[in-house]
């Protein structure tokens, strides 16, 4: 099985560093194919911009020399065309207005000033690739233009002048781009090749990390972690894989911990109910006594009422099945109606309630399940007060939020504790020792009923000092 995850792992990278390079290598050949197309164009440019500036430069001479329409053709003017010839290196051709060609016999016969040409040559000047001479071996640029001579008695007449050049340079220099561009072709694909060997072997090894890992998960071992350099290909994904361990690990870890404190909890009150049943029944317990325990077994019920009700309002909570009703509900007369609840116990451990005294406060808001966030805070305040301590309350509106603080003084929560007190079936260690009865769902569900009415709960501490829970609700909550 471990051969054949590597091989899957091997054809994956290599599938995948295939798929790079062909896009890169065709990356490269489509620019140097653009590229050389332009460099062409720029070249061929260059050429035909030489050849017409050559025309016009002997255009010039010519005028210079022309008197009259007998000087056409003339000996000077035809040294003026076979001098130019041997300095640019073109054949020049001058054709009168009837595309008669005035010095003939230089390089055969031509088939430049056809109608079409003279045509064009009425709107602009002519320069094309072709074959123009009967001679011709290869390809050749030709560059005709319309000039006009003036006589000295102002008579004008028009003539054209053709120059013929080789076009093999364009050529030459096109095929030259393209044997440049082969090579850097080749090299690249050289380089790319050693690249590629190099690259999927660590892709290859990174795969075969984050397979072994994996299959560790697939067998229920969690604390197994994807172990890759920063500068990895894929070390975003084992960091995801290790974070998704985790976050499964400390599930895991929770839902062993709430089966355990499930059958703890229910395991108490039902031993309980069952022995004091028992005891009624068989006659060991007295009638008289019958009263008490059956209030004991009812409490007990109770209790075990409340347990259920709390886990089915979490899985509400998390299936978003919960709905909430909103109604006009007087915060303060919930605050110190959830106070007098917990009387008997905060008299016990001589606790001093402060900030009760005129409090007013009403909201759009769902009165029982505002009624369980108090009693859950509230319990939790007398809870871990300390004995002697504090409990106080302060409640005020700002920019349109309500805000209902509950503050105990007392041993407080340690730093790496407050990120993960509203997490379900989460107690601190000090709650382990003084809290016997709950299962750490009060505040996740508090959390829950805060978040439906679109608000916040904060948690604050100071190890040793205080515990400060404040629940910011909007005033203007609409359904």
Do not use: W
């Not at 260059?46 to 017409?52: F, G, K």
């Not at 050289?190 to 072994?212: N, R, S």
């Not at 509400?316 to 909103?326: C, D, R, Y």
């Amino acid at each position: 099985m471990k051969l054949i995850s590597e091989q899957k792992n091997s054809a994956i990278s290599q599938s995948y560093l295939k798929l790079s390079g062909g896009l890169l290598l065709f990356g490269i050949l489509l620019t140097g194919v653009i590229m050389i197309c332009s460099a062409v164009a720029s070249y061929r440019e260059t050429i035909e911009t030489a050849i017409r500036q050559n025309c016009d430069a002997l255009v010039s001479n010519i005028k210079e020399v022309y008197h009259s329409p007998d000087d056409m053709p003339s000996v000077e003017i035809l040294r003026l065309v076979r001098t130019a010839e041997m300095e640019y290196g073109y054949t020049m051709f001058v054709y009168d207005e009837s595309g008669t060609e005035l010095y003939p016999g230089s390089s055969g016969e031509t088939n430049i000033l056809t109608p079409s040409v003279r045509s064009y040559l009425s709107r602009d000047d002519f320069i094309q690739i072709g074959y123009y001479t009967s001679n011709a071996q290869e390809a050749q640029i030709c560059c005709a233009i319309r000039f006009y001579l003036e006589a000295e008695n102002k008579e004008v007449s028009q003539y054209y002048l053709a120059a013929v050049s080789n076009a093999g340079m364009v050529q030459e220099y096109s095929m030259m781009l393209t044997r440049n561009m082969i090579l850097c072709l080749l090299a690249v694909t050289v380089i790319f090749m050693v690249i590629f060997h190099l690259g999927a072997g660590k892709l290859d090894h990174q795969l075969d990390e984050i397979t072994k890992v994996a299959n560790q998960y697939a067998e229920g071992e969690f604390s197994a972690r994807v172990s890759l350099p920063e500068q990895a290909n894929l070390y975003s994904l084992g960091c995801t894989l290790n974070r998704m361990a985790e976050f499964i690990e400390q599930n895991e870890t929770t839902r062993r911990n709430f089966v355990a404190n499930v059958s703890h909890e229910l395991r108490t009150p039902m031993t309980t109910i069952a022995g004091f049943a028992d005891g009624i029944l068989d006659g060991t317990i007295p009638k008289e006594q019958h009263k008490k325990y059956l209030k004991i077994i009812t409490e007990e019920i109770h209790r075990l009422k409340t347990l259920v009700q709390s886990m089915l309002n979490l899985t509400k909570f998390e299936a978003g099945e919960m709905q909430i009703h909103l109604a006009e509900t007087n915060i303060a007369e919930l605050l110190i109606r959830t106070v007098l609840m917990f009387e008997k116990r905060i008299t016990g451990k001589h606790v001093e309630v402060e900030g009760l005294e005129d409090i007013a406060l009403t909201l759009n808001a769902d009165e029982d399940l505002m009624s369980q966030v108090l009693y859950n805070l509230i319990e939790n305040a007398v809870k871990f007060v300390n004995e002697g301590g504090i409990i106080s309350f302060q409640v005020y509106t700002e920019d349109k939020t309500a805000h209902i603080c509950i503050k105990n003084t007392g041993e407080g929560l340690a730093n790496d504790e407050l990120p993960r007190i509203f997490d379900r079936f989460y107690k601190t260690d000090t709650s382990r020792s003084q809290d016997k009865t709950g299962l750490g769902l009060g505040l996740s569900i508090s959390r829950k009923i805060v978040h439906l009415h679109q608000g916040h709960i904060v948690v604050k501490s100071v190890k040793g000092e205080y515990t400060s829970f404040e629940v910011q609700i909007p005033t203007d909550l609409s359904h």
